[in-house]
């Protein structure tokens, strides 16, 4: 009775009380950012890591918001692309070659590493390599089934050992509708082209009457593709330019968004500090490189140059010509442009459109990296373009299958 008597007597005392206040202190300073106490070892907590892999062939819009998905999930985003070769014996010759998806999905603003020749399949070796020496915590991939052509999910080995996560597949545009566009071009020459202008202006902008409930037209998915604000603010940096910040604005079409642009994006950004790009008009576009263009609607466009990294701020819609009053307004140091275009031909015409930030002496003309074009791609899908229909009539099979059977999935 007398010794715990004693016991609550030590525990109640005012020492106690004041031991009790300093070492709460301690404690809570300790949590504090910036705040180290001697002989207290705070635990630093790891990033959550997370891949994602993919062919990424002629990266849209589609693919980045994917990406952003998956960054979302985690701290870090690292990014598997495959091989040209496996690309080739699982779905069939890939449009861009592996240097140039390597540039475009680098160029991503929510991807932190970038392994190259990643396996189309995961295997057991490759997962567990990914689990310790990339630290890879969870596996991410759409909510669209990813079979092998054995019928398998790709997926099966990251789900049963529980480290699979799933985002929303963006609707309204993949890889196939894309090079669809572009076969449905070819189609229409063959056979004698008398509608190609008009149908190909309307695939191009996802409008075409012969669309079944599907989404289907002649065997090849039309754009179907819904801007909203949310997904242009989720795309944008959110940041103006500081007061004395040196602007950089260089213009475009952007129209199937390649490495060829990323590198000159890149270029142009290091001449400043704050890069503004401004997205030509479909009308625009239309008028000055023939009305099968642009390929991309003004929409998707922006949307795959506001994914760049080095790009901060588009116009969605920038006048053709550069006037006094738009590098007043938007405070432009420099308006530049690369060497490597559709049409140089403006250099030469009465109606330049730099010719006030020429007569300024804030034009420079930048040596472009890449000798690649939107006519480049088109070129390579025309060439080989017997591959690529026999490529998409078994993608699209797939994809009809898809949207068939699709439910509502959350989160975007």
Aim: glycine fraction near 8%; aromatic fraction near 8%; hydrophobic fraction near 35%.
């Amino acid at each position: 009775m007398g010794s715990g008597a004693c016991a609550m007597e030590v525990v109640g005392s005012p020492r106690f009380a004041v031991a009790c206040i300093v070492g709460g202190l301690l404690l809570a300073l300790s949590f504090l950012p910036g705040v180290r106490l001697p002989g207290i070892r705070r635990r630093r907590k790891r990033p959550v890591r997370v891949y994602m892999d993919g062919c990424f062939d002629m990266m849209h819009y589609g693919h980045c918001n994917a990406l952003r998905q998956a960054r979302a999930l985690g701290d870090q985003l690292v990014v598997g692309v495959v091989s040209d070769e496996e690309i080739k014996a699982n779905k069939g010759p890939p449009v861009t070659p592996l240097h140039e998806r390597m540039i475009m999905v680098g160029a991503v603003k929510w991807v932190d590493e970038v392994i190259q020749d990643a396996p189309y399949a995961i295997t057991e070796e490759f997962m567990n390599k990914l689990f310790t020496e990339y630290q890879i915590d969870y596996i991410i991939h759409g909510d669209d089934p990813c079979l092998l052509p054995d019928g398998t999910d790709a997926y099966a080995l990251a789900k049963k050992a529980g480290r699979y996560k799933q985002i929303k597949r963006t609707e309204g545009v993949s890889s196939t509708d894309i090079v669809g566009r572009m076969l449905l071009c070819v189609r229409e020459r063959s056979l004698g082209g008398s509608n190609h202008s008009s149908l190909q202006r309307q695939f191009s902008h996802g409008h075409n009457q012969k669309v079944d409930d599907t989404g289907s037209a002649a065997g090849t998915r039309i754009s179907h593709f819904l801007p909203t604000s949310r997904r242009i603010v989720q795309f944008s940096n959110g940041k103006g330019p500081g007061p004395d910040a040196r602007i950089i604005y260089m213009d475009g079409a952007f129209d199937l968004f390649h490495a060829g642009h990323v590198e000159i994006l890149r270029l142009a950004r290091e001449l400043g500090d704050f890069l503004l790009v401004g997205i030509h008009t479909d009308q625009t576009i239309s008028a000055t490189r023939g009305h099968h263009r642009p390929i991309m609607n003004l929409h998707e466009r922006s949307l795959s140059v506001l994914a760049c990294r080095y790009v901060d701020e588009v116009i969605i819609g920038a006048p053709w010509e550069i006037s006094k009053d738009m590098i007043t307004t938007f405070n432009i140091s420099l308006v530049v442009h690369g060497t490597i275009a559709e049409n140089m031909d403006f250099l030469k015409e009465d109606s330049n459109p730099y010719a006030v930030p020429m007569a300024m002496g804030i034009y420079k003309q930048l040596q472009s990296p890449l000798s690649i074009t939107t006519s480049t791609i088109i070129k390579r899908i025309v060439a080989n373009h017997e591959a690529y229909q026999k490529r998409n009539e078994k993608k699209e099979a797939s994809e009809r299958k898809y949207y068939e059977s699709k439910s509502y999935v959350s989160g975007d």
